[in-house]
């Protein structure tokens, strides 16, 4: 069966440092989304694509965080530069066509130190 | 605004004993409702959407438009049901997510 991948698993990294995660969605799956997830709480939207465009990232914060999907298959968000209050989760989820479900990845977990 | 209310952050039941997890909603429009499970070390599955009626491990949930709830129910719990359980609602081409319940089924 088909699963989202991301990449790293796990990324600890010093505070004012750029980091970046990458994802892979199933195959035929327009829409991606990437969520972060602190601990104790439930999946926040970040960003929102359909294929290769954003259609929501009021929750990003832009002058710090960047995602895109140039070819509207993989995704790679960015971090720069990382803070303290970073450290959460990051999860990568797609949709098939008629959004009847959401496929989550296994996450890429962020330590900033 | 659109809202995902668990109530409950932990719930412990011994095995056998009936299982109701809760979920309550805001949405200004018609939602589509779903609850989420995550088992240990394992990623975020789909356990059963509302609109398909169907019942997933033993697990039923039905749409209550008047008290705005989703509850998550089982009559017997397993120890192999212990996990956390997330309810989510779409609204548009929206998920939103509750803050999730950890359910711990003892022996």
């Known amino acids: 069966e088909a699963e989202v991948a991301q990449s790293p698993r796990y990324k600890i990294t010093e505070k004012s440092q750029a980091v970046a995660f990458w994802c892979d969605p199933i195959?035929?799956?327009?829409?991606l989304y990437w969520y972060r997830q602190i601990l104790g709480q439930g999946p926040e939207l970040l960003v929102q694509f359909q294929d290769e465009s954003v259609v929501d990232d009021s929750q990003l914060p832009k002058d710090r965080f960047s995602a895109e999907r140039l070819k509207g298959v993989d995704s790679t968000l960015k971090i720069q530069p990382a803070e303290l209050g970073d450290s959460a989760m990051y999860l990568c989820a797609s949709s098939p066509p008629g959004q009847h479900r959401i496929d989550f990845g296994p996450g890429t977990r962020l330590l900033v130190l | 605004a659109q809202r995902v209310t668990q109530p409950e952050k932990l719930l412990s039941v011994f095995k056998g004993a009936p299982v109701e997890l809760k979920c309550n909603y805001s949405y200004s429009g018609s939602p589509e409702l779903f609850w989420y499970v995550q088992y240990s070390r394992q990623r975020l599955q789909l356990l059963l959407r509302h609109i398909s009626r169907e019942s997933i491990k033993g697990f039923t949930a039905d749409l209550n438009k008047g008290e705005t709830s989703f509850h998550l129910k089982k009559p017997f719990a397993q120890e192999e049901d212990s996990a956390m359980y997330y309810c989510a609602l779409k609204g548009g081409n929206k998920f939103y997510f509750g803050s999730g319940t950890k359910l711990n089924v003892k022996p």
């Open positions: 195959s035929g799956h327009a829409t």
